[in-house]
């Protein structure tokens, strides 16, 4: 069982920056893929990016490709999200999740945990 706790999310402007963090704990945080997920009201929750066990490996969708970096600290447990220069369509519900797959996945029913969220509003 791993425990995910996300902080950060708060109201920004556009073309701000923010960073999230993901605090786990629980069983070895090192031996699970980390990714981040958002979902916008009435969307589907959707992959944001993700980071392999060695930290090595990073995956991003397209449309933060540039702007948006995950990174993780083992030795402390936590994996971050850091964001420049956000839109307003990246406003959402930001999840942080674990997976017992070497490489991260897109796809969410590849993610065994689940953190409850935090949110960050991107105003125009």
């Known amino acids: 069982q791993v425990y995910l706790v996300e902080s950060g999310g708060r109201l920004v402007q556009a073309g701000d920056s923010l960073s999230l963090s993901c605090v786990a704990s629980?069983?070895?945080?090192?031996?699970?893929?980390m990714g981040w997920f958002r979902q916008a009201p009435g969307k589907d929750r959707e992959f944001v990016g993700g980071?392999?066990?060695?930290?090595?490996?990073?995956d991003y969708r397209d449309s933060v490709k540039g702007r948006f970096t995950v990174m993780r600290d083992n030795a402390k447990n936590t994996v971050s999200l850091h964001m420049n220069n956000l839109k307003p369509e990246d406003t959402g519900a930001y999840y942080c999740?674990?997976?017992?797959?070497?490489?991260?996945?897109?796809?969410?029913?590849?993610?065994?945990?689940w953190g409850r969220g935090t949110q960050v509003t991107v105003s125009p």
């Open positions: 629980g069983r070895s945080f090192s031996t699970y893929t």
């Open positions: 999740a674990a997976s017992v797959r070497v490489t991260p996945s897109v796809l969410a029913h590849d993610y065994s945990y």
């Open positions: 980071i392999g066990v060695s930290g090595s490996r990073t």
